[in-house]
């Protein structure tokens, strides 16, 4: 029975690789940190340079609820969450002029002092979108009209809501979307696609859930799925849900920042005084740890690999180049930019500071930080509580970069012309 199980997945991930999850002709940003969950755009021919006053803005959007989740753009349609009205929907815009297509329900409105409303990025595949509320309501939606497909609780399979609610970007992955309910009913569900039925539930894992996504990546010939937490960095089976390899943690508080993988090795960091740590998995599916220090302390503004040099800002320390090999620190800039989040392409990190709400375009390189244009904001939102920040990641697609700051969705033009 569980061959033939494996036999109808591999057939499943055969189909799926035919049938991408955007037209491979066209840029796209289908889900939390793009293509490949690695915040790196293949992107080409966008701007070196930025003038003086920054980018061309091409529209501003003003309607996108109270939150903090991400864009994801897929063709001319971009796809969004905010809280409106008291309750979380998702909100489909035209990319291009950024006029409202639809929007449906997806929950009640989370609250707390830091900031209301959604957090996650929905996920694009095909012609549907998937999408995590705050409160745990996952929903599977059309994505030519709003219709909702069908709706689960991640509290149906034993989760209950982290401090500052669910902030997962669900995974899809052949015929199974993957995310993190937590607990001790298993910390990792599998469902299928069509109708959200269980597929399997992790439960030999059995953490709470934090905030960070779960990739998909093949160790050993083993399609697995790799998920951090307070307590653990672990790998569960695509197939089973079963335990692959885990090893200890240290987090603190809250454990954000999305694990990267390169081949065999992974290295996961989490901000609170955590630091970062490499492993890599042998054969044997046994965990070597290569390094573990407290040079990147990343908080949530994300982690970006490039060319065997790891990027991104850490408490503490600022913004740091880190040797991926050994984990030595190459550079840092302490002074120059405040704490925030990054995204790469065409050979430049666009990073946006949380406290002021400025945009750098920064060399994408070992040698040091050198900037190459920087604007700010403007407007900014008024609706932001006092304890909350500008945290949602910059996306750069179709050569265009996306900001937010609360109901305030900007759109400009980075392309070359």
């Keep these: 029975m569980k061959r033939a199980r494996l036999l109808l997945f591999s057939v499943a991930l055969c189909l799926t690789?035919?049938?991408?999850?955007?037209?491979?002709?066209?840029?796209?940003?289908?889900?939390?940190?793009?293509?490949?969950r690695t915040g790196l755009s293949n992107e080409?021919?966008?701007?070196?340079?930025?003038?003086?006053?920054?980018?061309?803005?091409?529209?501003?959007?003003?309607?996108?609820?109270?939150?903090?989740?991400?864009?994801?753009?897929?063709?001319?349609?971009?796809?969004?969450?905010g809280s409106r009205d008291g309750a979380?929907?998702?909100?489909?815009?035209d990319s291009r002029s950024g006029s409202e297509i639809w929007s449906v329900e997806i929950g009640p409105e989370y609250e707390n002092r830091w900031g209301n409303g959604p957090r996650g990025t929905p996920t694009c595949d095909g012609d549907f979108v998937y999408t995590l509320g705050a409160q745990?309501?996952?929903?599977?939606?059309?994505?030519?009209?709003?219709?909702?497909?069908?709706?689960?609780?991640?509290?149906?399979?034993?989760?209950?809501?982290?401090?500052?609610?669910?902030?997962?970007?669900?995974?899809?992955?052949?015929?199974?979307i993957v995310c993190t309910p937590g607990g001790t009913?298993?910390?990792?569900?599998?469902?299928?696609?069509?109708?959200?039925?269980l597929i399997w539930q992790s439960s030999e894992f059995t953490d709470g859930?934090?905030?960070a996504s779960l990739i998909v990546t093949e160790i050993n010939g083993i399609r697995q799925y790799l998920q951090i937490t307070q307590q653990h960095l672990v790998a569960v089976s695509a197939v089973?849900?079963?335990?692959?390899?885990?090893?200890?943690?240290?987090?603190?508080?809250a454990v954000c920042t999305t694990p990267i993988c390169d081949g065999n090795r992974v290295y996961v960091t989490s901000g609170y005084g955590a630091g970062c740590k490499l492993v890599e998995i042998g054969r044997d599916n046994s965990v070597l740890e290569v390094f573990d220090n407290k040079f990147m302390k990343n908080h949530h503004g994300g982690v970006?690999?490039?060319?065997?040099?790891?990027?991104?800002?850490?408490?503490?320390?600022?913004?740091?180049?880190?040797?991926?090999?050994?984990?030595?620190?190459?550079?840092?800039?302490?002074?120059?930019?405040?704490?925030?989040?990054?995204?790469?392409?065409?050979?430049?990190?666009?990073?946006?500071?949380?406290?002021?709400?400025?945009?750098?375009?920064?060399?994408?390189?070992?040698?040091?930080?050198?900037?190459?244009?920087?604007?700010?904001?403007?407007?900014?939102?008024?609706?932001?509580k006092p304890s909350g920040r500008i945290w949602t990641h910059p996306v750069i697609v179709d050569g265009r970069l996306y900001l937010r700051d609360q109901e305030l969705l900007f759109c400009y033009d980075v392309k070359q012309r």
């Design 17 to 36: 690789s035919i049938v991408p999850l955007a037209v491979a002709d066209r840029p796209s940003w289908p889900q939390w940190r793009g293509p490949q």
């Design 44 to 81: 080409e021919g966008l701007l070196k340079q930025w003038p003086e006053a920054g980018p061309q803005r091409l529209w501003l959007f003003q309607s996108a609820g109270i939150g903090f989740s991400g864009p994801a753009v897929v063709h001319d349609q971009l796809y969004i969450m």
């Design 88 to 93: 979380e929907q998702l909100i489909a815009l």
């Design 136 to 176: 745990g309501d996952l929903i599977a939606v059309r994505a030519t009209d709003g219709v909702v497909l069908w709706r689960r609780k991640m509290q149906d399979f034993g989760g209950s809501l982290p401090n500052w609610g669910y902030c997962e970007s669900v995974l899809v992955d052949g015929q199974q």
């Design 185 to 197: 009913q298993g910390a990792i569900v599998a469902l299928e696609k069509g109708n959200g039925d």
């Design 209 to 211: 859930a934090q905030y």
């Design 240 to 253: 089973d849900g079963s335990l692959v390899w885990q090893t200890d943690w240290r987090g603190n508080v």
């Design 304 to 384: 970006i690999l490039l060319n065997n040099h790891l990027y991104g800002h850490s408490d503490g320390v600022g913004w740091l180049c880190q040797n991926f090999e050994s984990g030595e620190r190459v550079w840092r800039n302490r002074d120059e930019f405040g704490k925030g989040s990054i995204a790469y392409a065409d050979g430049m990190f666009y990073c946006l500071d949380k406290e002021e709400g400025i945009v750098a375009l920064v060399d994408a390189s070992p040698e040091r930080w050198n900037e190459r244009g920087r604007f700010s904001l403007n407007p900014q939102s008024e609706r932001r």
